[in-house]
């Protein structure tokens, strides 16, 4: 079978082959792990790129010229999670190739104000440039994207939403509906997220690179909130599911006080004390 490497670099050269006699298709760059220096791709990485075209929908939904790169497994339409329109495929041999499609007059927007995309700013490499735009919209160095002031409102409403949703939890566990709760504890893990990259930057500093989605967690988190991290996940059991919740609890609160007191911020303690309270007097009718 072919290597990781081979293939991509094959894909990029087909790819970009195909670009550049297809009029519609403007420009082309990879993104993610296969353009960073930074963290670069392993052998599991998949291909990220974003393609700008003139009828961009068009080559959303047709896969013809897709078929002609590769045998393909699978391949739909998704959407990135900032809501734009993407292609997933799966080419033979496992090999991942996402690919994001926007109109070209977004991409002459952009270089008309100098603005640098986001997934731009870790890494950037250009397959297709006709217009000749790529000098205005990458990064002169890649860097984390600059990172926004830890919000007080923004903050308790993180802390108040946390303890909402383990209450929600509890239930569902009580009522014996663990699928339900399952499902919500992914819930749970985005606000606790959040808090571990609060709480991380507030040890720190503003700038400290905590990346994303939990990227690399283990390099940029403290070793006493991994540690309490491997206790949160339970199994499909009711009295497992209620100790995994109460240790998903445990540590939110730890490490929402920590940064509360180190960047002085508010912590809604009415709101964990009535809730706590509920769940661990209601403990014998939940298992």
Sequence with gaps: MMKPDDFYKTFE????????TTDDIRAAFVVGSRSRVDHP????????IILY????NFYLHDTGWLQSLGNIWTTFVY??????????TLFEGGYQVDIVFLDSGKLYQLANDGIIPENFR?????LVDKDNVAGYIIPPDFKPPPS????????????????????YVAKQIARGELWTAKTRENDLRVLLLQ???WHAKALHGSD????????????????????????????????????????SISLFRRISLETANILKLEYPADTDIHISNWIRENIESII
């Design 13 to 20: 050269n087909d790819f970009a082959s195909w670009a550049k």
């Design 41 to 48: 791709a392993d052998e599991w990485a998949d291909l990220d």
């Design 79 to 88: 959407q990135t999670s900032n809501g734009e329109p993407e292609r997933l």
């Design 195 to 197: 808090m571990m990259e």
């Design 53 to 56: 075209a003139n009828n961009s």
């Design 122 to 126: 870790r890494g950037v490499r250009v």
């Design 208 to 247: 400290y690179d905590v990346w994303h989605g939990g990227r690399f967690l283990h390099e940029w988190i403290d070793q006493e909130t991994l540690k309490e991290l491997k206790s949160i996940f339970s199994q499909y059991e009711k009295a497992d599911n209620l100790r995994g919740l109460l240790a």
């Design 148 to 167: 926004p002031r830890i919000d007080g409102k923004a903050f308790v409403q993180t802390v108040n939403m946390f303890f909402f949703c383990s209450l």
